[in-house]
T-cell receptor
């Protein structure tokens, strides 16, 4: 069965540093991979989508990579700020397939 | 971006009663909506896919008689937790995707259900 892992469960970094979050999946080959941000007590908010034929995608301070050979996506936040503190979820999927979310990484950016 | 509104945001009910949660797509039509449940510090668990004009598709292990889903229009899906018990207490979230292409999903604000 499909399995998604995000390591680690929690990540603490200093303000201004780059945060790197990892999403690994097994037992399937997604054509897309999405990243969402979730704040406590709120629904997730879409951040970025990357396709299998795209190696890298950027949006402002965010950068996502997608390595279909390693079955892994990396999510980077550069020049991190305390406001970036949240839980980040990855969702690898195929067209027409329901989303299955990873367990999430809780990021804390310390001032 | 597209807006999905979920109501209520919080509800407390007594054991044995039923609770209805509404999910509306405000600026787009959604033939399909999704209902998730989330336990503290855990990820979203897909409960069911709500299909406009037809029966919902439930994930394995989700009781369809317990969690009634109605998708009566292209902008509204409802989840009714029937005969609620304390173990049904959880955070329920709906989502919808505009258009036919399965791209980003837009989520409601979530509903915190507490059964006492």
């Amino acid at each position: 069965s499909q399995k998604i892992e995000q390591n680690s469960e929690a990540l603490n970094i200093q303000e201004g540093k780059t945060a790197t979050l990892t999403c690994n999946y097994t037992n399937y080959s997604p054509a897309y991979l999405q990243w969402y941000r979730q704040d406590p007590g709120r629904g997730p908010v879409f951040l970025l989508l990357i396709r299998e034929n795209e190696k890298e995608k950027r949006k402002e301070r965010l950068k996502v990579t997608f390595d279909t050979t390693l079955k892994q996506s990396l999510f980077h936040i550069t020049a991190s700020q305390p406001a970036d503190s949240a839980t980040y979820l990855c969702a690898p999927h195929n067209y027409g397939q329901n989303f299955v979310f990873g367990p999430g990484t809780r990021l804390s950016v310390l001032p | 971006g597209a807006v999905v509104s979920q109501h209520p945001s919080r509800v407390i009910c007594k054991s044995g009663t039923s609770v209805k949660i509404e999910c509306r797509s405000l600026d787009f039509q959604a033939t399909t909506m999704f209902w998730y449940r989330q336990f503290p510090k855990k990820s979203l668990m897909l409960m069911a896919t709500s299909n406009e004009g037809s029966k919902a598709t439930y994930e394995q292990g989700v009781e369809k008689d317990k969690f009634l889903i109605n998708h009566a229009s292209l902008t509204l899906s409802t989840l009714t937790v029937t005969s609620a018990h304390p173990e049904d207490s959880s955070f329920y979230i709906c989502s919808a995707t505009p258009g036919q292409m399965n791209t980003e999903a837009f989520f409601g604000q979530g509903t915190r259900l507490t059964v006492v």
